[in-house]
């Protein structure tokens, strides 16, 4: 009891990218999902994506949290996300398409709209920044999050009536116009050309909305199970990132209250995931990135390749500085480790735990880009296996150097793996033992 009001006993789980994102989250919370009774997206857009792969299935979403894959699950979007409503209705319309039960989606009335014209301003913007753009997704996440900030806006609430999205869509269009085309020479566009162009989405998305806040609330209260699902990674957060080389929201744990509305105290288990290695999309220092042929055989053998966007993404050795960042930025309470069987075959396996700065040698994370950039990782190195972890189902069925190797991230880290992912099957998921994680499962599943 706090306060004289009593607390329910709540077993819910923050998910979250403990690197640059791109670390299996989808296929983690894919797995989880089948013992939750909702699972709430807080935070990004359509510049997130998630890879689910169940059998011959594989299913790429991108607003759409993961556990929209189990039919009994309630799948939210929160307010701390900006939503595409075209590419939304695409995802929708795609996963209906392949017998995909989609009737337990709701939108949050506070989520703002990512349109058009925001993605324009973001193609214009990196084009005119040249070599020092930041290497976003050009999809207008960053413009859409400054709108929001600068009071202009559009919420998913204006999506409820034709209206009330044309009555907005006036107030903010000639600014937006203006900027257009008198800064980039783009010819803008016509109000009612573009109420018209969003009215099929707007049809399709309005009965969707609803105070998710409220809803969550409800929902704890009546003892349900929520899986909290963060988008990119928690080096790639606004604030606690390598910025300017970040997306425009906050990645970390904290941000599933403020995304969603849901109080703090409901938030008891925090699940950083990350790979056996690392990666990274787009610009930005990269201190353990490998450009030998190990990095080249970690990005074939990973099929490092954006879900979103299809880039290839740069490779390297396992970051303990970084993680160690991550773990207490965002008060990891576990790890999943995702991949560890892209490792198989590699004769020896480094891991980064500490940097080299100016002679001397550092264990946290800098402070600033440029500390960030004149870095350089301190290997401790880790023998090999050549064993297949495809069909390994129990930990102990693990090589022992792939075991030792998990140990070491551990210590590195300072906090317990409890889940391991050996291939992109949801089937090809290790629980590790004395894992809070089994008694989620045991009592939801």
């Known amino acids: 009891m706090i306060g004289g009001v009593d607390m329910p006993e709540t077993n819910n789980i923050v998910i979250v990218g403990a690197q640059w994102g791109d670390e299996g989250k989808g296929k983690v919370i894919d ?102 753009k930041i290497g976003t997704t050009r999809r207008g996440i960053g413009p859409a999050y400054a709108d929001k900030v600068l009071r202009r806006g559009i919420r998913a609430i204006d999506m409820t009536g034709i209206d009330s999205f044309h009555d907005r869509l006036s107030e903010v269009l000639p600014l937006q116009n203006r900027i257009l085309r008198e800064i980039y020479n783009h010819s803008g566009y016509d109000l009612a050309e573009l109420v018209e162009f969003y009215r099929p989405a707007l049809e399709r998305l309005g009965p969707l909305v609803t105070d998710v806040a409220l809803l969550l609330d409800e929902q704890i209260a009546a003892g349900k199970k929520v899986l909290f699902e963060g988008a990119q990674g928690a080096l790639l957060d606004i604030d606690h990132g390598t910025y300017p080389f970040v997306t425009s929201s906050s990645t970390v744990a904290a941000a599933a209250s403020s995304g969603t509305g849901l109080g703090v105290r409901h938030l008891t288990q925090v699940l950083g995931v990350l790979k056996a290695y690392t990666t990274r999309v787009g610009e930005g220092p990269f201190p353990s990135e490998d450009s030998s042929e190990a990095g080249d055989l970690l990005r074939q053998l990973g099929n490092e390749y954006g879900t979103t966007t299809g880039r290839p993404r740069r490779c390297g050795w396992f970051d303990a500085v970084i993680a160690r960042y991550a773990a207490r930025i965002n008060g990891l309470t576990g790890l999943a480790v995702t991949k560890l069987d892209v490792l198989s075959g590699m004769e020896i396996i480094n891991m980064a735990v500490a ?74 998921t290790i629980i590790c033992p004395g894992s809070p994680l089994t008694t989620w499962i045991s009592k939801n599943g």
Not at 122 to 129: G, K, S, V, Y
């Open 31 to 132: 797995h989880l999902a089948a013992g939750a009774d909702v699972v709430a997206r807080f935070q990004g857009g359509d510049n997130a994506g998630h890879t689910v792969v169940y059998g011959a299935n594989v299913f790429k979403l991108h607003h759409i949290p993961s556990g929209i894959l189990n039919p009994s699950t309630l799948c939210l979007l929160g307010n701390g996300m900006v939503i595409n409503p075209l590419v939304l209705v695409q995802e929708l319309t795609e996963l209906e398409k392949r017998g995909i039960d989609t009737a337990n989606l709701r939108i949050s009335a506070k989520a703002h709209l990512v349109l058009v014209y925001h993605q324009d301003l973001d193609e214009a913007n990196e084009t005119f920044l040249g070599e020092k």
């Open 355 to 428: 940097y080299q700065y100016r002679g001397q040698k550092i264990r946290n994370f800098p402070m600033s880009i440029e500390e960030l950039d004149q870095c350089t990782p301190v290997y401790e190195t880790f023998p090999g296996w050549d064993e297949d972890l495809s069909r390994v189902r129990r930990f102990g069925d693990l090589p022992e150097a792939a075991r030792q190797y998990l140990k070491a991230i551990e210590e590195a880290v300072g906090v317990k793996v409890e889940l391991v992912s050996v291939g992109p099957d949801r089937s090809q």
